[in-house]
T-cell receptor, first 114, second 112 residues
Framework: AQSVTQPDIHITVSEGASLELRCNYSYGATPYLFWYVQSPGQGLQLLLK??????LVQGIKGFEAEFKRSQSSFNLRKPSVHWSDAAEYFCAPSYGGSQGNLIFGKGTKLSVKP | SQTIHQWPATLVQPVGSPLSLECTVEGTSNPNLYWYRQAAGRGLQLLFYSVGIGQISSEVPQNLSASRPQDRQFILSSKKLLLSDSGFYLC???????????FGEGSRLTVL
């Protein structure tokens, strides 16, 4: 079955440190891939997306993600975390191209230490 | 520009009471519309989606129903709420043929 895994439920990093959030999708045809961020009590905001082409994609707020077909991964990175990045992050593949529905991972909660 | 509105933002209802959550999209036509539920530690669960007026697809059988009476209006309903219906409900839309979803601010439902 089509699925997505975010192995880390909760990550704590120090402000200014680098960040990598992991995402693995089930093997098969390359889906469209998305990362969303959610602040407490809010809706989800799109950070970045990958459809095809360059495997390193840039998003908003200084985030980037790299698609690795051989590892079925789409990990999210940021070189220097800010306190305002504390939030929950969701990876979401969409199978079936632009017509498919997104499948959301269970999310990774990011805490930032001063 | 496109906007999405959800209301009410918070709702406290007794068990057995009815529910109506409403979602409206502005600035676009014929969007795909979605209802998700978010429970703590369980990610987002797709409940319903719609590709057009009167067309509703249900992803998970449960105590809820959805309707799309107008092109840009999507309603989530229940005749009798259960405790397990508590959660954070998110409405979302996307342009047909595009990939990304755009979310509303959510509605927090507490069933007592």
């Amino acid at each position: 079955a089509q699925s997505v895994t975010q192995p880390d439920i909760h990550i704590t990093v120090s402000e200014g440190a680098s960040l990598e959030l992991r995402c693995n999708y089930s093997y098969g045809a390359t889906p469209y891939l998305f990362w969303y961020v959610q602040s407490p009590g809010q809706g989800l905001q799109l950070l970045l997306k990958y459809f095809s082409g360059d495997t390193l994609v840039q998003g908003i707020k200084g985030f980037e993600a790299e698609f690795k077909r051989s590892q079925s991964s789409f990990n999210l990175r940021k070189p220097s975390v800010h306190w305002s990045d504390a939030a929950e992050y969701f990876c979401a593949p969409s199978y079936g191209g632009s017509q498919g529905n997104l499948i959301f991972g269970k999310g990774t909660k990011l805490s930032v230490k001063p | 520009s496109q906007t999405i509105h959800q209301w009410p933002a918070t709702l406290v209802q007794p068990v057995g009471s009815p529910l109506s959550l409403e979602c409206t999209v502005e600035g676009t036509s014929n969007p795909n519309l979605y209802w998700y539920r978010q429970a703590a530690g369980r990610g987002l669960q797709l409940l319903f989606y719609s590709v057009g007026i009167g067309q509703i697809s249900s992803e998970v059988p449960q105590n809820l129903s959805a309707s799309r009476p107008q092109d840009r209006q999507f309603i989530l309903s229940s005749k009798k709420l259960l405790l397990s219906d508590s959660g954070f409900y998110l409405c979302a839309w996307k342009i047909q043929g595009s990939g990304e979803l755009f979310f509303g601010e959510g509605s927090r439902l507490t069933v007592l």
